[in-house]
């Protein structure tokens, strides 16, 4: 059986398939797994040996189109569902099972504040798709596999960090999922801890401006004066440093990580990391919470205008950006 998974992006959507992509290699005899992704998204699936062959969407939908035709697939998994996807089934021919969005549900939740969503993980509805192939769920939650090629040594980071470091992943795909700078300051000064920053280029002038506030000028009296408040902060900002793979690399040696709702959270599930997940306008009602491994959800429920999106916005749409200047930040670090 040739079997064709549809999911185009993003980083954190396609993670979250994972445990689908390996039930099926694993359980369903004689089978032959593709994955159709985006260029951008092609490494997060390369390295995985439940994958047999990746096809990438371009831009010419026709294109991905005819080299899917020549596969001759048996069935096609639609994670994804939309009008791209719908096309490919429908032109393809075959068997197909289509994910269940829920869009009409998160529409209630966003914009009337009614909460009909299940109480389940998004991952388990992912894998409600391929209960007809008699597909069971395990218990091995994600799948990471990193290329040895981008494994991150220790020694490449500063001294501080070879012996233990927190990793914050700082990024977010809009801002109303990120904590203001002041705030991630904030954060950085509670943990207390080495901390390695993680993101993007796009993030590098904030993980700057983090890491001027800890500075540590040259003299014996500021060092004194820090051990004395018991102030053990310092940062590497890693954010452009290095590319996906190898940010990942540092999130899998990391003792905990922080992070906003976005894909270096799922990446850090995968790992069985102890996550400390931060929530602004989005909620871990829509399901995309850490996936079986231990969390802490950091967020303000004593607003009432969350969440404002189901994805995200530029900017806070009354102005006030409650829900994440007024978060809490509630936690220890032995």
């Avoid at 048996?74 to 719908?86: A, E, G, K, Q, S």
Wanted: with cysteine; hydrophobic share 40%.
């Amino acid at each position: 059986m040739k079997v064709l998974i549809l999911r185009f992006s993003s980083i954190g959507d396609i993670v979250l398939t994972t445990p689908v992509v390996r039930a099926v290699k694993t359980q369903v005899d004689d089978v032959r797994v593709h994955y159709a992704t985006k260029a951008a998204f092609r490494g997060l699936l390369d390295s995985n040996p439940y994958v047999d062959q990746v096809h990438v969407l371009g831009p010419s939908l026709p294109e991905l189109i005819r080299e899917l035709r020549a596969e001759r697939f048996d069935m096609v998994i639609d994670l994804h569902h939309n009008l791209r996807t719908w096309l490919i089934k429908r032109t393809l021919g075959c068997t197909a099972y289509s994910f269940d969005k829920l869009n009409v549900e998160k529409w209630l939740l966003v914009n009337l504040n009614i909460n009909r969503l299940p109480h389940r993980h998004i991952v388990d509805r992912y894998l409600d798709t391929v209960r007809p192939l008699g597909v069971k769920t395990d218990a091995l939650g994600l799948d990471y596999f990193i290329p040895d090629k981008d494994e991150v040594p220790l020694d490449w980071l500063p001294p501080a960090f070879r012996d233990g470091y927190v990793a914050y992943a700082i990024g977010g795909q809009h801002a109303t999922k990120k904590l203001p700078v002041k705030r991630m300051i904030e954060l950085c000064d509670k943990i207390n801890k080495p901390v390695v920053l993680l993101g993007g280029r796009e993030d590098q002038a904030a993980g700057e401006e983090i890491a001027r506030f800890f500075a540590r000028p040259s003299g014996s009296d500021w060092e004194g004066g820090l051990l004395e408040l018991n102030k053990k902060t310092v940062i590497y900002n890693a954010c452009g440093l290095y590319n996906f793979n190898q940010s990942a690399s540092l999130v899998r040696q990391a003792r905990y990580v922080f992070t906003h709702d976005t894909g270096l959270m799922h990446v850090a599930s995968a790992f069985k990391k102890e996550i400390f997940s931060i929530w602004g306008n989005t909620l871990p009602a829509f399901g995309m919470y850490p996936y079986r491994t231990r969390f802490t959800v950091l967020e303000n429920n004593r607003i009432a205008c969350r969440p404002c999106s189901k994805i995200g916005h530029a900017r806070c749409p009354k102005g006030h950006f409650k829900c994440m200047n007024d978060i809490v930040f509630d936690f220890y670090l032995p």
